[in-house]
C-alpha cells in the first residue's frame, strides 16, 4: 500500500514509520579489516563465500612463479652492485602482490605498472632482460608495448592511472572486453593523476582495476604522514567506486579479490579498487639507506608474515607441494638467474640518438631540435677523435 501524505498525517504517531532510504555507499564499502583467507601461518581460515578460493592448480602456479620471481628480485639487486644496473626498485616482499595481479588478469588484458613492477612483468611472461633494458638506462622500455599488452613502467607518480582509464574506456567503446590493470603505490595515491583517473574510469564505467600496494613507505615518508584515511580503499568511494582490502601478504586472498575485482570489470560495471596491505622488505632502491628512517624490528615483524613461506605452507597442507617439488622450482628459478646473468653482462651498443625515437607517434618540432643538437655534438667529438 502506498503512503499518502494524508495517510501519514491521519496515522496515529504510534504507527507512523520513518523509512530509510538504502545508504548508496554501502555496496562500495571495503570490509573493516583486510580480507584474508590463509593466517600468518598458513593456515586456511573459514571458507568466505563472497571470495571463493582460486583452484589449487592456479595457486600452485602462483607459488612457482613467486618463487621465481624472488629469485629475479635478488638477482637484479645483485647486477646493481655489479655495475650492471644503474638503479633497482626491490619488491621483495611484495611476491604475492606482484604474482596474483599478473595471473588475475588475461594475456589479451592491458597491464599499466610502476618502476616497482619489474616482478610482476616477468611473471606476465615478459623477458626479464627486456623488462632491465630501462633500469639499466639503454631505452625506455625494452619490451614492445602492444605485443605485450603491457605499457612501460612509468616513474613519474601516477600518470598510469590515467593512461589506463584512457585506454580501457577505448577497448569498451569499440566493445571489447579488456580489462585495465593499473598498480599504484600508497605514496601515489595523494597524486592528483590518482584521483583524475578514477573519476573519469568511473564517471565512464571504463573497465580498470586500480591495484593500490599499501607497502607503507614512499620512499622515506610512512603511511601516517601520508593520509588521514582509515584505509586507502576508502579513496574508491568517494567516486563511487566499489572498494576492498587485502591481506597483501596472503598470496591466496589477493588472488580470490583480484579476480573478482578484474571480473566486476569486465562484466561492464566500472572500476575497481583494491588496496594491498603489505611490506618493502628492502630498501626503495639499492640507492636509499632504509635504516635512517625505518627500525629493524618493524622489518622482522613484517619478515614473519613471509607471502612465499605462507603460501608453501598451506600447498604442503594440501598435499599438492613436497619436498621434490619445491626443489625443482628452486632449481628453475636459479636457472632463470643464471641466464639473465649471462645476458646481462653482455655490453649492449646502445645509438645515443635512439634516445628520441618514440617518444611521440609524431616528433616536436623541440625534439626534432635537440636530436639535431646531439647528432651535431656526437659528429664534433667523432671528428676530434679523429684528428687526435
Ligand atoms: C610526480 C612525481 N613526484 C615525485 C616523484 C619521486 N618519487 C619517486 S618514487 C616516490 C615514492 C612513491 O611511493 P609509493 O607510491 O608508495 O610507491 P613505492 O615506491 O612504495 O612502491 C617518489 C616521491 C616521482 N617519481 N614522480
Ligand atoms: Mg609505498
Known sequence: ??????????????????????????????????????????????????????????????????????????????????????????????????????????????????????????????????VLTLLRGDWHCGYDPTEVRTAPQCTPLATQCVHAAGLAHGEAYQGRDTVALAFIGDGATSEGDFHEGINFAAVFKAPVVYFVQNNRYAISVPLSRQTAAPSLAYKGVGYGVPSEQVDGNDPVAVLAV?????????????????????????????????????????????????????????????????????AEIAEQAEAYAADLRTRMNIQPTVDPLSLFDHVYAQPTPQLVEQREQVRAELAAANDEDGAA
Request: proline share 10%.
Open 1 to 130: 500500500m502506498t503512503t499518502t501524505p494524508q495517510a501519514v498525517r491521519r496515522a496515529s504517531p504510534r504507527t507512523r514509520r520513518t523509512v530509510t532510504p538504502p545508504d548508496p555507499a554501502r555496496p562500495l564499502l571495503p570490509d573493516a579489516e583486510p580480507v584474508r583467507l590463509l593466517d600468518q601461518r598458513g593456515t586456511p581460515l573459514p571458507a568466505r563465500t563472497d571470495y571463493p578460493e582460486p583452484p589449487v592448480e592456479a595457486l600452485r602456479e602462483l607459488y612457482r612463479r613467486m618463487v621465481l620471481g624472488r629469485r629475479f628480485d635478488t638477482q637484479a639487486t645483485a647486477l646493481t652492485k655489479q655495475g650492471r644496473l644503474a638503479v633497482y626498485p626491490s619488491s621483495r616482499g611484495q611476491e604475492a602482490c606482484q604474482v596474483a595481479a599478473v595471473l588475475a588478469v588475461r594475456d589479451t588484458d592491458w597491464v599499466f605498472p610502476t618502476y616497482r613492477e619489474s616482478m610482476a612483468l616477468v611473471a606476465r611472461g615478459i623477458d626479464p632482460v627486456e
Open 258 to 326: 583480484l579476480t573478482r575485482a578484474v571480473a566486476h570489470a569486465r562484466a561492464g560495471n566500472g572500476p575497481f579498487l583494491v588496496e594491498a596491505h603489505t611490506y618493502r622488505m628492502e630498501p626503495h632502491t639499492n640507492a636509499d639507506d632504509a635504516t635512517r628512517y625505518r627500525d629493524g624490528a618493524e622489518v622482522d615483524a613484517w619478515r614473519d608474515r613471509d607471502p612465499v613461506a605462507r603460501l608453501e605452507t598451506y600447498l604442503r597442507s594440501r598435499g599438492v607441494l613436497d619436498d621434490a617439488a619445491v
